[in-house]
């Protein structure tokens, strides 16, 4: 299959939105998260951190958009650690931009609000957060380096070499830069990282049935965190 990647721009949304959804549908945690919610929940939060990133100058947003002009995946890359304030993400010859007319301002007002937990789901999410963000911090301290934010590719699509592709646009940038990358991965994701040269450090495991309302066999659910090291260019 003949794949495009392409920068995304806010006119992009909806299609990122329902590709992540449909990627994420059968994922444990995410379905644990979203237990008892509105049933646009998903949608709703996606939508929300996109715009975020979409206004972030130190992140990219790409789409894999088929011959047919189907968007397939998307990923969205974004540099950290020192000096990451005031530069941006460098463009990779081989990413198409956007014409013109697809791009527009995102109000910047859209922020996650912090609120104290007050559900198990809402716990279980400050822990994840919180685990996750300490090893990132441990592991990358004092580096600067790119993270992949978000990977998802239509169900389908996959098996096709779209994430891949994905992971490899935003691991070329890196290595043009001579940055190292790091990744938080779900169980059916990190196989794929292993595959572009990421590592696993380490990882935390969760027994969702501690977080929930009754035995409703949620089980276990690890995160890895894997580190891809700075391409050696001497």
Request: with cysteine.
């Given at each position: 299959m003949e794949i495009s990647l392409i920068?995304?721009?806010v006119h992009d949304i909806p299609d990122l939105v329902r590709v992540h959804t449909a990627a994420f549908k059968?994922?444990?945690?995410?379905?644990?998260?979203?237990?008892?919610?509105?049933?646009n929940a998903h949608q709703v939060l996606m939508q929300k951190s996109?715009?975020?990133?979409?206004?972030?100058?130190?992140?990219?947003?790409?789409?894999?958009?088929?011959?047919?002009?189907?968007?397939?995946?998307?990923?969205?890359?974004?540099?950290?650690?020192?000096?990451?304030?005031?530069?941006?993400?460098p463009q990779p010859q081989s990413l198409k931009a956007p014409n013109d007319s697809e791009t527009s301002s995102v109000d910047l007002s859209?922020?996650?609000?912090?609120?104290?937990?007050?559900?198990?789901?809402?716990?279980?999410?400050?822990?994840?957060?919180?685990?996750?963000?300490k090893w990132e911090k441990d592991s990358m301290k004092g580096k600067r380096y790119l993270t992949i934010q978000a990977l998802a590719t239509n169900p389908s699509f996959q098996c096709q070499g779209i994430g891949s592709k994905l992971i490899k646009w935003g691991t070329d940038m890196a290595d043009a830069e001579g940055l190292p990358c790091w990744?938080?991965?779900?169980?059916?994701?990190?196989?794929?990282?292993?595959?572009?040269?990421?590592?696993?450090?380490g990882r935390s495991e969760y027994d969702l049935e501690k977080f929930s309302?009754?035995?409703?066999?949620?089980?276990?659910?690890?995160?890895?965190?894997?580190?891809?090291?700075?391409?050696?260019?001497?």
């Open positions: 920068q995304s721009t059968a994922d444990q945690f995410s379905n644990f998260m979203l237990d008892g919610r509105e049933e996109i715009k975020i990133w979409l206004a972030d100058p130190t992140s990219k947003l790409v789409k894999a958009v088929a011959s047919d002009g189907t968007v397939v995946g998307w990923t969205c890359w974004l540099a950290k650690g020192k000096d990451d304030t005031s530069e941006t993400l859209v922020q996650q609000k912090k609120e104290k937990p007050r559900t198990p789901a809402q716990l279980l999410g400050r822990l994840m957060h919180s685990d996750s963000m990744a938080h991965a779900s169980p059916a994701g990190h196989h794929l990282y292993t595959r572009a040269g990421f590592s696993e450090l309302d009754g035995d409703r066999g949620w089980g276990r659910y690890s995160f890895r965190y894997m580190q891809r090291p700075a391409l050696d260019k001497r």
